[in-house]
């Protein structure tokens, strides 16, 4: 068996004990992402949160050799419900074509940062046909 693999935060983003993401075989896990710019600051508004966690995502994907299409389980954290249409709308876009990773949606009461709107953890195969 293979080493677990373990990818690192960007450099200068003050993060909680964790790894942003660890790999075991052709599996990827994901951690939770908020919606943080490059210095690490949650950005104003829920839009510009979900475009940051994408992007964030993104970049670990990128460096684990994998795209948003071998993404096998997404779950979202969102702490309005009122949220919910708007999140689908630019998941569709940002996670899309269909057919979609499965997902779960959550509204939940409090993320660790009062201001984070957003957090996503994913699963992806790494296995290459």
């Known amino acids: 068996m293979p080493p677990i693999q373990h990818f690192a935060p960007p450099a200068g983003i003050k993060s909680p004990p964790l790894s942003f993401a660890t790999r075991t075989g052709d599996l990827l896990f994901v951690s939770g992402i908020p919606g ?13 949160q979900f475009g940051f966690v ?50 779960t949606t959550c509204v939940v009461q409090a993320l ?3 201001k984070m709107l957003i ?8 296995a290459k046909a």
């Open 54 to 103: 994408v992007a964030n995502i993104k970049r670990i994907l990128d460096e684990a050799g994998a795209t948003f299409r071998d993404l096998v389980k997404v779950n979202v954290l969102l702490t309005r419900a009122s949220d919910v249409a708007t999140m689908n709308v630019l998941y569709a876009s940002a996670f899309g074509p269909a057919p979609y990773p499965a997902r």
């Open 36 to 48: 943080f710019d490059d210095k690490g600051a949650l950005a104003d508004g829920f839009e510009a």
């Open 112 to 114: 660790p940062d009062p």
């Open 119 to 126: 957090e996503i953890e994913a699963v992806a195969s790494l």
